[in-house]
């Protein structure tokens, strides 16, 4: 009986220290630090394609000025205006468009420096984003392989316990069960000295007195915490 409550509190341990990993804890903060980290890669990714659509409407902006200023110049130089005043208008349009692509310019240079400054901001975000993935990476791992070397002694302390659960009697399984649930995951214990050890309690000479008159296989229950009483070489009887 003794046996079968030391297996299940190895099996309790085993169940214990899957549940509290360090790796646990760890992959559970990692996920909020990269969480926050993700949301502002979105929208670090987003002001940088917004930016560069921006950009390159800038850009074409900017060549169809230069391109209709092309083509005025080219009016201009091959003699197909004759017109005073045609020329003179053209000249004029002309340096309109040189302001025109002036102000463009300044604009695309603009989109150009924010460009840059939003693609910075996004590669530090994705730096700290993969080296995040990298983190939950190991830790994952280092956790997957914990996991099942606790799966591996967990089955081997099952397979213990089974053998000796089957060479007790079922009601008294049974029973120890009932009691070890009732009772902080022990339901046997020895008695050492005089004193019960699951609940440290010493017995009065009235109980030690009667225990001693019972017979070796009855099964015995402190009658202070009702666990299952075993006796062994080191009781006081």
Do not use: W
Request: aromatic share 0%; net charge negative; proline share 3%.
């Amino acid at each position: 009986m003794l046996d079968l409550q030391d297996l299940d509190l190895q099996l309790d341990q085993v169940v214990h220290k899957r549940k509290s990993l360090p790796e646990h804890a760890a992959l559970a903060e990692l996920a909020q630090e990269k969480s926050v980290v993700d949301r502002e890669l979105v929208t670090a990714d987003t002001e940088v394609g917004d930016l560069r659509r921006e950009q390159k409407k800038a850009d074409s902006d900017v060549d169809q000025v230069r391109q209709r200023k092309a083509r005025n110049q080219q009016r201009m130089e091959s003699g197909q205006v004759t017109s005073p005043r045609d020329l003179e208008n053209l000249q004029h349009e002309i340096g309109s468009l040189d302001r025109r692509i002036s102000d463009l310019e300044d604009a695309e240079l603009e989109v150009m420096e924010r460009l840059e400054a939003a693609e910075g901001v996004q590669s530090e975000l994705q730096t700290r984003a993969d080296a995040f993935a990298g983190r939950q990476t190991e830790l994952e791992a280092t956790r997957d392989a914990v996991l099942k070397e606790l799966d591996e002694q967990r089955a081997n302390v099952g397979d213990q316990r089974a053998t000796i659960a089957a060479e007790l009697p079922d009601e008294l399984v049974t029973l120890y069960l009932k009691v070890r649930e009732r009772n902080g995951g022990i339901g046997a214990a020895p008695l050492v000295g005089k004193r019960c050890m699951g609940c440290r309690m010493e017995l009065p000479p009235s109980e030690l007195s009667q225990i001693k008159g019972t017979a070796a296989d009855v099964v015995l229950r402190h009658e202070e915490c009702s666990r299952i009483l075993v006796r062994t070489s080191e009781s006081t009887l």
